[in-house]
C-alpha cells in the first residue's frame, strides 16, 4: 500500500522558513517523479513543485519560483520542500504525491505574524 | 497557462441517480504522443484528493466503475452514474500538460 507522510508543517512568521519532509513506503520511490500541491484554507488545488526521479531537474510556478526548493533523497525515500522566503499568501496545505496520482495526508502551514 | 473551467460550481443529486460535471481547457490537452492530458480527482470532506480517471477515461486503480470519463481535446466530462452517499465531496479536474500544471477551481457534490 502506498504511504506517505508529510511532517514539518507549522505556525511560521513572514519572511522566514520552513521545510517539509514527505517520507514514503510501499513502492519504488527512486522510480517515480514526486510533486507538492498545496491548497489554501477554502480554496482549490496549486501545483506547487516538481522533481523528476534522480533529482536532476525541478520545476515551479512563478508564485514560488526562487523561494521554494524541492529536492528528494532515494536512499531515504524522502522528498523535501525548503520554503523561504514565507509570505501569508503561503498559508496552506502541503501535499505531496507520487506521480500526481497517490497524495499524502498534508502538512499544514500557517505564515502569520 | 492552461486555465481550466469547471461548471457547475455545485450540483445536488438524489442517490441512485446520475451527475456529469464538465470542464473546460483554454488549450488543447492533446500531447503529441496522441496522449489526452486530463485527470480528475476527488476530495472527500476533510480528506486529501484521490485520483479517478486518468488521461482523460481511463479509470484509477480501486475506483468504482460507476465513474467515468470522456471528452474531446478541450471538453471533457466526468459522469458518475447510480450517485452513493460516499461520492460527496469536491471534484477537481486537472492536466499535465505542461507546466505549470493547473486544475479547476472545483465542483461540489452534495447529496439531496
Known amino acids: 500500500e502506498v504511504q506517505l507522510v508529510e511532517t514539518g508543517g507549522g505556525l511560521v512568521q513572514p519572511g522566514r522558513s520552513l521545510k517539509l519532509s514527505c517520507v514514503a513506503s510501499g513502492f519504488t520511490f527512486s522510480s517515480y517523479w514526486m510533486y507538492w500541491i498545496r491548497q489554501a484554507p477554502g480554496k482549490g488545488l496549486e501545483w506547487v513543485s516538481s522533481i523528476n526521479t534522480d533529482g536532476g531537474s525541478t520545476y515551479y510556478p512563478d508564485s514560488v519560483k526562487g523561494r521554494f526548493t524541492i529536492s528528494r533523497d532515494n536512499a531515504e525515500n524522502t522528498v523535501y520542500l525548503q520554503m523561504n522566503s514565507l509570505r501569508s499568501e503561503d498559508t496552506a496545505t502541503y501535499y505531496c504525491?507520487?506521480?500526481?496520482?497517490?497524495w499524502g495526508q498534508g502538512a499544514s502551514v500557517t505564515v502569520s505574524s | 497557462d492552461i486555465v481550466m473551467t469547471q461548471a457547475p460550481l455545485s450540483v445536488s443529486v438524489t442517490p441512485g441517480e446520475s451527475a456529469s460535471i464538465s470542464c473546460r481547457s483554454s488549450k488543447s490537452l492533446l500531447s503529441s504522443k496522441g496522449i489526452t492530458s486530463l485527470y480528475w480527482y476527488l476530495q472527500r470532506p476533510g480528506k486529501s484528493p484521490q485520483l479517478l480517471i486518468y488521461?482523460?477515461?481511463n479509470l484509477a486503480s480501486g475506483v468504482p466503475d460507476r465513474f467515468s470519463g470522456s471528452g474531446s481535446e478541450t471538453d471533457f466530462t466526468l459522469k458518475i452514474s447510480k450517485v452513493e452517499t460516499e461520492d460527496v465531496g469536491v471534484y477537481y479536474c486537472?492536466?499535465?500538460?505542461?507546466?505549470?500544471?493547473?486544475f479547476g477551481s472545483g465542483t461540489k457534490l452534495e447529496i439531496k
Open positions: 504525491a507520487k506521480g500526481m496520482d497517490a
Open positions: 486537472g492536466h499535465r500538460l505542461e507546466y505549470p500544471f493547473t
Open positions: 488521461r482523460m477515461s
